[in-house]
């Protein structure tokens, strides 16, 4: 690696990475640790620490509370469905039909999930409002005020707010019962959750349409101290236990045998049949 | 707390589609198995006839837009698909599929791996998007003024790349010669249209600030002059580089863990606060 630059471009920036790797993360000294963090992996952690409190360590760099990562893995919970309707489970769904890696399969439905409409896709613009409507409501805006100014709006003028309204139903059955694990776990409400709740009133009210689980976990991380980006990276393998249950099920059954369908069952609207020109 | 009985969770009234539908794939089904299609049609051309009688560019380009291109557009995508073929073995994109195949991945996972890692915001799939809009947002106004407006951006001031517009800029401090070749090239094509022209003057602006032509903004103009969607942009950048990645995947998959670095101690350096 000794070739330099002909062009007079400053490459100082990539030259001091060039050939090595820098971390404050950690790593593994062969016969004497894995460090993460400031932690010794296999002394402090192994049995000694949850998952969830590694997996947000590593993701945010924080060590948090138990309590918290239990939370965190309630959350989790509440994204594993066993139905193979929603649309991260059924690519599970298609590929345990075709006898594709479990990896692959889970990997794929995970990937699905980094969507606009639900997943953890959605975390960092549902993050992002209720943040905002936080600053804006110390400044002096109702929380009624935030979503009569939200600016993006469907038909009929309903605000589309993250966080609120949910696809193919009303209402978040999945708020009560972390509500009520957050309670158990001593974890209390901060403002966030409070406008929060107090937006959702506003939107049944007006709208008919309440707060979403997404709603919910993005005041929550940001009353905890999460910001967005974090919360995204968070939640990243969100749904993969939902993904696993209908692969599983799809690959345990024979191929193609998982919601075949006849030719006929796709409705064709395009061009009429016609010779390929020379 | 939402304890409202009245807003418990209810089912919308929503109408789905009784039958997914597409306009771009017609199957016939054989006589003795609706499972079956005996025939198949692309934008109502019988793809066995196609196979024969078109060349891979041209069913690509028919795929997406609905009918086939003239031969100056299936020239532009063909110098496309082979110029962008290869991102190299110094890409991240190529790197993780590399790695993958050099810690013995199943070799069917080497280009989701090395697709997923292309589909980012730097130099992915998502800035080819972020590029196709921005061509198609200002194409209507003078390179050398949008130049102006994207210059006065902060630039970084720790030695990273700047890229003034999704498409454009630095890499590695410097102007990269591959897609500035592309672009002179491609502006020499018949195929070629007002974004490929927008792009070199725009690129003329910028290369007095060391910034020039990226390879997503190469794809972006080329791909808005053949008139596909920005939608589409972000995919068929990861389909041209495709067969790149997998290639140098497969180069490493039968060989051992020592084929490609693993750094010593003195090269990967952990700060003294991750250590206990």
Known sequence: ?278 | MTTDPAQQVRKRDMTFAGRTRTEIWQEIPSEENPYLAGQCRCHGYDILALAEKRSFAEVLFLLFQGELPTPEQARMLEFLLIAMINPGPRHPATRAAMNAAVSKVRTQHLLPIGLSVLGGAHLGGAEVLASMRFLGANLERLPAEVARECLAAPRPDDGRDFHPAPGFGSRFGGIDPMPRQMGNLLATLPGNGDTVAWGTAFVEALTPHGLGWLGPGIVAACMRDLGFSPWAGAGLFQLICAPGILAHGLELADKPITAMPFLDEEHYVIAAEARK
């Open chain 1, 1 to 278: 690696m000794s070739s330099l630059p002909k062009q007079g471009n400053e490459t100082s920036f990539w030259d001091q990475r060039r050939g090595r790797i820098l971390t404050r993360k950690g790593g593994w000294i062969i016969g004497e640790a894995v460090y993460n963090h400031g932690y010794s992996m296999l002394d402090d952690f192994v049995g000694e620490v949850s998952f969830f409190q590694v997996l947000t360590l590593n993701t945010v760099g924080r060590m948090v509370e138990r309590s918290f990562a239990d939370w965190l893995e309630a959350l989790f919970i509440c994204l594993s469905w066993p139905d193979s309707r929603i649309w991260c489970n059924q690519i599970g769904s298609l590929a345990g039909t075709l006898r594709a890696s479990p990896v692959a399969a889970v990997c794929s439905g995970i990937l699905a999930s980094d969507a606009k409409m639900y997943g953890p896709g959605c975390m960092t613009t549902a993050c992002d409002f209720i943040v905002g409507a936080l600053r804006d409501n110390n400044a002096g805006l109702s929380p009624e005020g935030i979503v009569d100014c939200h600016p993006n709006r469907r038909n009929g003028g309903i605000p589309v707010i993250a966080g609120y309204a949910r696809p193919v139903a009303t209402g978040d059955e999945r708020i009560a019962a972390m509500a009520r694990t957050a309670a158990k776990l001593g974890l209390e409400d901060g403002e966030h959750v409070s406008l929060a709740y107090e937006i959702e009133k506003i939107m049944q009210a007006k709208w008919d349409e309440s707060m979403n689980l997404a709603g919910y976990g993005a005041a929550f991380f940001a009353d905890q101290g999460f910001a967005a980006q974090e919360v995204y990276r968070l939640l990243s393998c969100w749904v993969n236990s939902g993904v696993h249950a209908c692969y599983a099920e799809a690959a345990d059954q024979p191929p193609e045998s998982f919601f075949p369908l006849h030719c006929e069952d796709i409705d064709y609207q395009g061009k009429p049949p016609r010779p390929v020109p020379a």
